[in-house]
């Protein structure tokens, strides 16, 4: 079973940043597109972000976008997501999740492997 761990969720004021990380464990993330996602109370999880298997491709969604930054460094097993400019309605629970495919999307159901989430709070 595929595992991740993410972290870098906390509290920030708007206009600040965070950065997140998912690193995965007992297994290679080489071969998985990698997707971020969140999911705000009362809310259906959307899509934020995505990145294919060799980084090459990347994807966001509309209202991330020229805010947020996805990058993966598979030598440590990792993908972040830089979040800058954060607005209290990226509150939300983050998850990473992974596909076998190397294509980039934002679909929930085209994601089989996903971590736990980790909780980012923008408030003053």
């Known amino acids: 079973q595929l595992q991740f761990v993410e972290s870098g969720g906390g509290l920030v004021q708007p206009g600040g940043s965070l950065r997140l990380s998912c690193a995965a464990s007992?297994?290679?993330?080489?071969?998985?597109?990698i997707g971020w996602f969140r999911q705000a109370p009362g809310k259906e999880r959307e899509g934020v972000s995505c990145i294919s298997r060799s980084g090459g491709s990347t994807n966001y969604a509309a209202s991330v976008k020229g805010r947020f930054t996805i990058s993966r460094d598979n030598a440590k097993n990792t993908v972040y997501l830089q979040m800058n400019s954060l607005k209290p309605e990226d509150t939300a629970i983050y998850y990473c999740a992974a596909r076998m495919s190397s294509l980039c999307v934002h679909g929930v159901n085209e994601y089989a492997y996903w971590g736990q989430g980790t909780q980012v709070t923008v408030s003053s």
């Open positions: 007992k297994f290679t993330l080489d071969y998985y597109t």
